[in-house]
């Protein structure tokens, strides 16, 4: 297949569109991929959709290799079924809504466990019927709060989703490996740099949860590994390591004192250490006991305050306490809040006021480490004031522990002795182990050997197609364009015509045909008039294909010039030999 | 590829399901194809979607052919286009309508004018970057007042539109006359009966217009055919041929005659026969002037009354008067706005009160055929009373004319002395010359060759692959089950294992793998213990394979039966040469 750049409906862009926040955004902008038409809503051009039907069709041949099915849901969905499993209003702003002309309600499908439990319930109804997974290749729609970055997170974007659903837990495993050979093999075809993690299950309750994640220093997701035991995970899902309680009979009594100008950990740290040092080690931030006061509000409307309790040279972040109360969701205090509440006194807010013993009664909540026997320094609900050697245990009992601290590189990992690291990932496949949820929600019941209704048990595992497009392009462009690798390029080969002359043309051209018959897909720069080589060039760069021909010059001589796009590598090859050697690159 | 029955996701359903009004539609569900989640939306099962791409696949092929490209639009699009065309609010209840979090105005696309049209304006720019082809294989929304018959009216459905662009109307005429073309190769590789009739442009404006239709009894379109002349248009397009003035210098002068009892057409024709008797032919109801009166209500809510005269015989048709009056719609009227104008003699309403200067003002059109010096018995604006020998131009004239009046068969044809005959058809493919009406509203202009700014004129191309589904299967289904045409089967072959022999199996299995290898796609019917032969060709003749394969109690003898699913035809083939039999019989 031949594409000519003097008909490609296309049109390469000098300046970087005002609203591209990352490389890949500027770049499929830039290069004529994609089009905005309101904020995370994209219009694909005939370059972009051709890589984005490639990376389906990786998808889908090896979906297909696992026995999985395809299917098509609507995307407009009736309310019903989202309301038994209470989604209709979990999803909160989150989902679009609408009615139609009789005034029924109706939802764009953001993910479709409802309707694929269904479905399967009317259809199936034995265990005979089981082993299956099922999947579709749809477009989603999500009311996010901040669509960013171009297609890494859209409002109405492309999805692979795929549900198993097995008669018992041995059925969900043997599902859930397969699909998850079936990522690895989907992944390492796509071409770009991935890391498996544990995942929260988040929306999706259920057990076992692994995400895909690119590595993208421009990633919204965070995640930690662990170079000794291999660990890793999103930090959502890393669970703090508790350390034993320590034994605190011979413990200082807690003492309050006055701690003039400190308003920030680092200031308390420095007074700490020039008015009470310790003999065994300095002050830091870590021995300090910092309490953070939410207000968390159920799905239902109802909010309560929250006190979380995290060492001190650590943040809560939004992130995992977001994962952790999900799906409630939580602000932080305002004025109006503290003015509700005169025992706290903020910036000094410590245990004594805290918890279901202390004068507030606000729930009291503390970071896994904070356990039994450790000593620290907090505020003594005093201004100007902290108490020191405040005991665990002893001085105070929080409610409870929760998950809402910071994870960093350079902290233990949770499996082993290992340190862990950081870096930054995009999300690009969840797969999970749903457990009876949908199942239990939704009936769907199957009879099984005995002839006893069991409730099914279901896999949910997705990919987002339209999101690998900037993943992909995000992790191999470079500073003169995109890079695609060989597997998702819209082209094989792109050829130059560089020059004025018929023969450069008339070479060009054959050369195109050649590559065309034997199967390769070509993207043939025939432009002819004023756009200049070094135009043609640039352009070339800027698109992306893996392999570049240069008809031009050396035809004198009886060479083009072949080049990789990537390493920019070049050779010099017959124009006789062109297209066997072209066709052995494409082909490995 | 096989396909096995074992395990594939699929039901097929003794019963029809409830709300089933068309065969297709029975047998889709029935056979497994389709499955109704809210009226007018459907999830495709792995059977249904496999017709469906391979219709997609044929137009895509198509539309490759004549140069056109691929892009794909989004379906969820900000309001401000549609508001620049006024169609925002011109759809009406037709159209889904939704705000995002933010309170912005969203529609779901019915269709795409505006988006292809801004796309281009934002990218081209030259009269040298003209021709262009563009389209998309999408999904649309449209709130039907009445979804009905499964697929064939949806409310989520796919279309394929595309849209050329040219700089002048020589330029468009090419271009919708390949279009042209290519729709009729893609009907003819569907395999179904079509006919190309003239069209009402409808919502679009626009000049030259052209539907495919599917000869289908089940169909809501009506056309037109000439066996003379070859004219051929939907009833909707048809323009009533206007007779000469007829002389009336000579006509008697009009009278009013006591007609009591007489409350319908037959009724009067009775009397009229009866008590004034013609010498030259006896009265028929095409004598008579109707006059029907509707309200009118136009885009911007503004509402009038209308009355419309036409010949006795024949009724407004609903859906011709629609097609006349768009954007405005109508109603009859009823009691109230009968009580607005005492004048208005219900039953005996006639010309006299009627139009610009008849006493009730109501602006009154009559049918083509009402023409100077035509003689009619009307109503005389007296209870029990009719006029006879109302002549027009003489005694009344009308405000003009209204295409309103039902096409029937036996009408004379509008282009010659021929004798339409009338049939229906589903309305599969529209293709039109749209103008510079989208271009204009929406500023898409071009430089030509002397650097003048033109602007682009357009032709737009529709099909609706989903509907094309429940098309084919209408026009080939029988009294058994789907019958699908070669090209769009769901499977090449339809292998069935009749027995309980391990031979029939390993037999069954051995032929559909040899197949496979062959590049055929194989439904098996692999289905071992309590499922019957019987139930197996019920099966097999429901889904509708194109060739069934009996591996069965032929087997002894070392011959298995090939039977031809649409005309029933049987044969034996000996084992060893029936993988090379049927890849005869697939490939033609």
């Given at each position: 297949m031949i594409l000519r750049m003097s008909s490609l409906f296309v049109r390469t862009l000098r300046d970087d569109p005002n609203d591209a926040e990352v490389p890949s955004h500027r770049l499929l902008v830039r290069a004529g991929y994609i089009r905005r038409n309101a904020p995370g809503i994209y219009t694909w051009l005939p370059l972009g959709l051709r890589v984005l039907r490639r990376i389906e069709n990786v998808i889908r041949e090896e979906m297909d290799a696992i026995g999985a099915q395809e299917l098509s849901f609507p995307a407009l969905l009736p309310r019903e079924p989202y309301e038994a499993t209470n989604r209709w209003t979990e999803y909160g702003d989150n989902?679009?809504?609408?009615?139609?002309?009789?005034?029924?309600?109706y939802l764009l499908g953001p993910t479709h466990?409802?309707?694929?439990?269904?479905?399967?319930?009317?259809?199936?109804?034995?265990?005979?019927?089981?082993?299956?997974?099922?999947?579709?290749i749809q477009t989603k729609y999500r009311d996010e709060a901040r669509p960013r970055a171009g297609l890494l997170r859209g409002r109405e974007f492309i999805m692979k989703d795929s549900y198993s659903f097995d008669v018992d837990d041995a059925g969900l495993d043997a599902s859930y490996a397969s699909h998850r050979e079936a990522y690895i093999r989907i992944f390492d075809k796509l071409g770009f740099e991935y890391v498996i993690v544990r995942a929260h299950a988040g929306a999706m309750g259920g057990s076992k949860s692994e995400e895909f994640l690119a590595k993208a220093a421009v990633g919204e997701d965070t995640y930690v590994t662990c170079p000794a035991c291999g660990f890793a995970a999103n930090v959502e899902a890393v669970e703090t390591p508790s350390p034993a309680p320590v034994p605190y009979d011979d413990a200082p009594d807690a003492h309050v004192e006055d701690t003039p100008d400190t308003p920030?950990?680092?200031?308390?740290?420095?007074?700490?250490?020039?008015?009470?040092?310790?003999?065994?080690?300095?002050?830091?931030?870590?021995?300090?006991?910092?309490?953070?006061?939410?207000v968390v509000t159920q799905l239902d409307g109802t909010s309560e305050p929250l006190a979380i309790g995290v060492p001190g040279d650590r943040e809560v972040d939004p992130k995992r306490l977001e994962a952790t109360l999900y799906p409630a969701e939580f602000r932080p205090f305002n004025e109006e809040d503290f003015a509700k509440y005169p025992d706290l006194v903020k910036g000094y807010i410590g245990p004594g006021v805290l918890g279901e013993k202390g004068s507030s009664g606000i729930r009291f909540l503390v970071d896994p480490r904070i356990v039994e026997g450790t000593r620290w320094v907090t505020g003594a609900n005093e201004p100007g004031r902290h108490v020191l050697d405040l005991t665990v245990g002893r001085d105070f009992t929080p409610d409870g522990t929760i998950e809402a601290a910071e994870v960093r590189a350079g902290d233990p990992c949770p499996r082993g002795d290992g340190i862990l690291e950081a870096a930054r990932g995009i999300e690009m496949g969840h797969i999970f182990q749903l457990g009876r949820k949908f199942a239990d929600a939704l009936g769907l019941q199957v009879l099984d050997e005995n002839g006893k209704l069991v409730t099914v048990t279901m896999g949910s595992y997705g990919i987002g197609p339209s999101r690998a497009v900037a993943a992909i392009?995000?992790?191999?462009?470079?500073?003169?364009?995109?890079?695609?690798?060989?597997?998702?390029?819209?082209?094989?080969?792109?050829?130059?015509?560089?020059?004025?002359?018929?023969?450069?043309?008339?070479?060009?051209?054959?050369?195109?045909?050649?590559?065309?018959q034997q199967g390769l897909d070509v993207l043939y720069d025939d432009r002819a008039g004023k756009v200049s080589p070094g135009v043609k060039f640039k352009d070339a760069e800027l698109i992306g294909v893996p392999t570049i021909v240069t008809v031009g010059r050396g035809l004198a001589d009886g060479t083009v010039e072949v080049r990789d796009r990537a390493?920019?590598?070049?050779?010099?090859v017959a124009v006789g030999e062109a297209a066997g050697h072209l066709v052995g690159i494409v082909r490995g």
């Open positions: 989902i679009f809504r609408l009615q139609d002309r009789k005034g029924g309600d466990e409802e309707m694929f439990t269904l479905l399967v319930k009317d259809l199936y109804s034995s265990y005979k019927d089981l082993p299956l997974s099922i999947y579709q920030t950990i680092d200031s308390l740290v420095q007074l700490l250490n020039g008015s009470f040092p310790r003999e065994d080690r300095p002050w830091a931030a870590e021995d300090t006991l910092k309490n953070v006061l939410m392009a995000e992790g191999t462009l470079d500073e003169i364009g995109l890079c695609w690798p060989r597997n998702v390029a819209p082209a094989d080969v792109h050829i130059v015509a560089a020059g004025k002359d018929e023969a450069v043309f008339a070479a060009a051209a054959e050369l195109a045909e050649a590559l065309s390493s920019g590598e070049r050779q010099e």
